[in-house]
């Protein structure tokens, strides 16, 4: 409620005017915003994917222990070298250019992270290849509660794979599903590394975490800055709530 610069020891109380600004006078500070979107798209394939490969590795087959390591390993490793490299990966004849010409799609090469209209959806793949593991060991945690007996009545009831994992499954492992996408959600709206690293906000991929960053260091305006950041903190906190009252009324149905 200041429109402090962030280096004067002078503090002049504005109010709500910082409030009015972004809410009314100025709407493209909330534009950064609709990326989220994408950002939270994105978090959904991710989820069903790490449910996907996390039901197929609590089967135990052959193999699995190194397949799990496999997709977990980018989770845990730095977010700076993994922006970095697909910085590089995604320029124009970068890695994933060539590996298209070699498997003859060199048609459908494109500028990834250069075009506008597809820079946002490459972001997400990256987003996605990073934090799937995450995802995978949680749900494959909850997999492992499901008791195995039920799977084996099915069987000689005659169920199929589909009719297993709809009716005992999903069911068992519904509540950790809702957190995930309450975390999803929460973790769309506060992207900041693989966009700020690999495009830093060009093309249209900024991001509302890095518009407020902008608004405090750039232009040394951390008043308005706190302001953006406070208006996130509730709209995180709206989205949860949102989310809990949908999850409980499904539960209590």
Same mark, same amino acid.
């Given at each position: 409620m200041t429109d402090w610069d962030g280096l004067s020891t002078d503090m002049n109380f504005v109010g709500l005017a910082n409030y009015q600004r972004i809410l009314v006078e100025d709407r493209q500070l909330l534009v950064p915003l609709v990326n989220s979107i994408y950002y939270f798209a994105g978090a959904l394939i991710q989820l069903a994917l790490a449910t996907y490969f996390a039901v197929i590795l609590n089967r135990g087959l052959p193999g699995s222990n190194t397949f799990r390591i496999i997709l977990f390993l980018p989770f845990v490793l730095n977010s700076v070298a993994v922006s970095i490299v697909f910085r590089d990966f995604l320029?124009?004849? @970068?890695?994933?250019? &060539?590996?298209? $010409?070699?498997? @003859?799609? @060199? &048609?459908? $090469?494109?500028e990834w992270v250069q075009d506008p209209e597809i820079a946002k959806w490459s972001l997400v793949f990256a987003s996605v290849w990073r934090y799937m593991g995450f995802q995978l060991l949680i749900t494959y945690g909850a997999l492992q509660a499901v008791p195995q007996d039920q799977y084996e009545a099915a069987r000689i009831e005659g169920a199929s794979d589909w009719q297993?994992?709809?009716?005992?499954t999903l069911p068992t492992i519904a509540p950790v599903l809702g957190l995930q996408i309450i975390l999803a959600t929460v973790g769309s709206l506060e992207v900041f590394d693989v966009p700020f690293l690999i495009t830093n906000g060009a093309n249209g991929t900024k991001t509302f975490v890095m518009a407020t960053l902008e608004e405090a260091f750039n232009y040394r305006r951390v008043g308005l800055a706190s302001a953006m950041a406070v208006l996130l903190l509730c709209f995180v906190f709206l989205v949860i709530i949102l989310q809990r009252m949908i999850f409980e009324r499904e539960d209590r149905a």
């Open positions: 320029q124009i004849d @970068g890695g994933l250019d &060539a590996l298209m $010409t070699l498997l @003859g799609l @060199g &048609a459908y $090469t494109r297993q994992f709809r009716y005992i």
